[in-house]
Structures are given as C-alpha cells and as structure tokens.
C-alpha cells in the first residue's frame, strides 16, 4: 500500500549535505519541499515511491533535499525552554535523572525572587520533584548542587546533543544522511 502524501515529509540538508537541524530533525512537509523544487531552491537527492499529479506533471516525492545555497549555523543559539532542555540532555541537573519532555521544567538558579535573571547561565533543567523541593531557595538554603555549571551553549553543541536523540521515524533514504546508529569504516 502507498503511503499517504502527509506522511512523506522531505528531510532538509544544507548545501554541505548536513541537515540543517538534528533536534529537531530539519523536515520540510512534502508540499514545501515540491514548491522549492519548482522555485529551484534545492536539488533532489533521494525519493520516496509516492508520486503526486496533475494533468499535466507526474513527480515522485522527494524525500532528502539539498539547498543550493549554502545557510551559515547561527553561532549563538536561541534562548528558549526547548534548547535549555537539549543543552541539559533533558535530564534535571539537581537529581541526574533524564526525563521525557512533558515531565521537565526549567529552574533559576538564583531564584528570581532573590534577583536572579532568566539567562543560559541561571537557568537549568529540572525535574518537577527537584524545582518544587528547591522553590525559591538558593542551593545552600535547600541542601542541593547542581550537576555541573551553567553556560550558553553553542549551536554546534546543541546539534550534536540533538544527535543523541534521533526521531521516532527514520526513512531509509535519510539514514546516509544521519549518523545515528552507523558504522565507521575503519581506516
């Protein structure tokens, strides 16, 4: 059975044939990746057996894309929940346990109350036990210590934590692309 055009997403590498995301992974819908295949924005690379039409036009459903040209990684990455979790390797830096996502909060290290500020170097991943029993506390007051210190991350860190954490579907197409789970070859 051919599968349904919505569950044909185009994975999207950079012209240096690395995606341009790992976490999450850099997926483009299957309607995204056709208009920029007509607007010559990218080249195809691999195709899924799935052909869509008109009159026309028959095209088989590109399923990794390169863009022609090349977008530099931002140096710095976005402040956000998200990254705070991927620079943590989603794991509470109090008690060292990883959690899924829906389970983690972030935390300040110096409570805002006692004046600390939202930034990479106060804010940490928390499991939801951990953020309730330290509270407003600073970490002498509560008994607990950190893991390990606070800082901004790079984009290239956060990519290579995302690698650590590959998608729940993987197509056969994208896995040349991906390193998850490959072998080397050795020298």
């Not at 012209?15 to 995301?21: E, I, M, Q, T, V």
């Not at 863009?67 to 976005?78: G, I, M, Q």
């Not at 928390?126 to 330290?134: E, V």
Request: proline share 9%.
């Amino acid at each position: 059975m051919t599968p349904p055009a919505e569950s044909c997403p185009a994975l999207v590498l950079n012209a240096d044939f690395r995606p341009l995301s790992y976490f999450p992974l850099s997926l483009w819908p299957w309607q995204e990746a056709v208009k920029a295949v007509f607007l010559d924005r990218v080249n195809i690379v691999a195709e899924y057996d799935r052909h869509v039409r008109s009159p026309s036009f028959e095209m088989a459903l590109p399923s990794v894309i390169s863009l022609k040209e090349f977008v530099p990684a931002s140096r710095r990455p976005a402040f956000t929940r998200f990254n705070v979790f991927l620079r943590d390797k989603f794991t509470c830096q109090y008690c060292a346990v990883r959690f899924p996502t829906h389970e983690l909060t972030f935390d300040h290290v110096i409570p805002r109350a006692h004046g600390g500020r939202t930034t990479w170097t106060n804010v940490v991943t928390a499991c939801s036990a951990c953020n309730l029993r330290k509270g407003s506390k600073n970490l002498r007051e509560c008994g607990m210590e950190l893991k390990k210190t606070t800082r901004q991350p790079t984009t290239i860190e956060l990519q290579l934590n995302g690698r650590a954490f590959p998608p729940n579907f993987l197509h056969e197409s994208w896995r040349d692309f991906l390193y998850w789970d490959s072998e080397l070859d050795p020298w």
